[in-house]
């Protein structure tokens, strides 16, 4: 990643004056002409020279350390948001520790309700289904409920067979290497997380197509795709994947929807009528 020095510069600039002095445990005074706080003072707090953090606003500085962002961080008071922004800016990864886990907002969870004809479900970064509405669960089966790994799609593509049963066979090389690409680029957004590490560790002890694959390093965040699958039920659907990312980026609700006007919609309707009780056989 590259250093955006004048982006950097005024990121750091318009900080420092949007802080008032009592916010940063410092006494204001009547006779202030700058406004927010000097420059001297973001360097005292920051522990660094005063010379080092002018550069820095004047676009003059070399890349600062991990250890100097994170001072500026405390010392300027940003919120996670702009923590991250002044790491990018600077040429750094934001640090991870933003995860929300397995905890889904209660937002979310009445959306899901709310989506009574639609199927969604909200999924980890890393491939564990979090929460599921009621016609995810008869589209998809439901597997929210079984223990650590058996939720997670990604070890369930690679190590049950049953797993890839709805999906035409030609396609299940291409969602093996989307799965892949997705996990690679997750577990590098978490480094140095025991989760992640596990979760790879035992795909490829497990699975020789996945380490094959994770050989590959191809890396690509899933945004939206176009799925077929054949439901026990209703026969053959296809459907619109749309993925809306937290901005957190580790939780996604994932929505399918039918292109308008094709056979899938009335596919869809019918699932909701009968609903999926022989395909939701995987719950509990």
């Given at each position: 990643m590259s250093m955006n020095r004048r982006?950097?510069?005024g990121f750091l600039r318009r900080s420092r004056e949007r802080l008032r002095p009592e916010e940063a445990g410092l006494p204001g005074g009547?006779?202030?002409r700058t406004p927010g706080l000097r420059r001297e003072e973001v360097a005292q707090l920051?522990?660094?020279?005063?010379d080092y953090y002018v550069r820095m606003e004047q676009s003059r500085s070399p890349q600062p350390s991990v250890q100097t962002l994170a001072a500026l961080t405390r010392a300027l008071r940003l919120d996670a948001d702009g923590r991250?922004?002044?790491y990018l800016l600077a040429g750094h990864r934001p640090p991870a520790g933003r995860h929300a886990g397995e905890h889904v907002r209660p937002g979310l969870l009445r959306l899901l309700d709310r989506l009574t004809d639609t199927p969604a479900q909200v999924i980890g970064d890393l491939g564990d289904v979090l929460a599921q509405n009621a016609m995810a669960r008869a589209l998809l089966g439901g597997v929210c409920t079984v223990s650590e790994h058996g939720r997670n799609l990604v070890w369930r593509w690679f190590t049950d067979p049953g797993a890839r049963t709805p999906y035409p066979a030609d396609e299940h090389d291409h969602y093996g290497r989307v799965h892949v690409a997705d996990l690679r680029a997750a577990v590098a957004r978490r480094p140095g997380d025991p989760a992640a590490a596990r979760l790879v560790r035992r795909l490829g002890e497990a699975s020789e197509e996945f380490r094959a694959l994770w050989e590959l390093h191809e890396v690509a965040v899933r945004r939206r795709s176009r799925m077929r699958l054949l439901?026990?039920?209703?026969g053959p659907v296809e459907l619109d994947c749309e993925v809306l990312l937290a901005p957190e980026e580790d939780q996604r609700l994932v929505v399918f929807t039918p292109p308008p006007g094709s056979a899938d919609v009335a596919r869809l309707e019918l699932l909701r009528v009968?609903?999926?009780?022989?395909?939701a056989s995987a719950d509990g």
């Open positions: 982006e950097l510069a009547p006779r202030r920051a522990g660094m020279s005063v991250d922004h002044l439901h026990p039920l209703v009968v609903g999926g009780e022989q395909f």
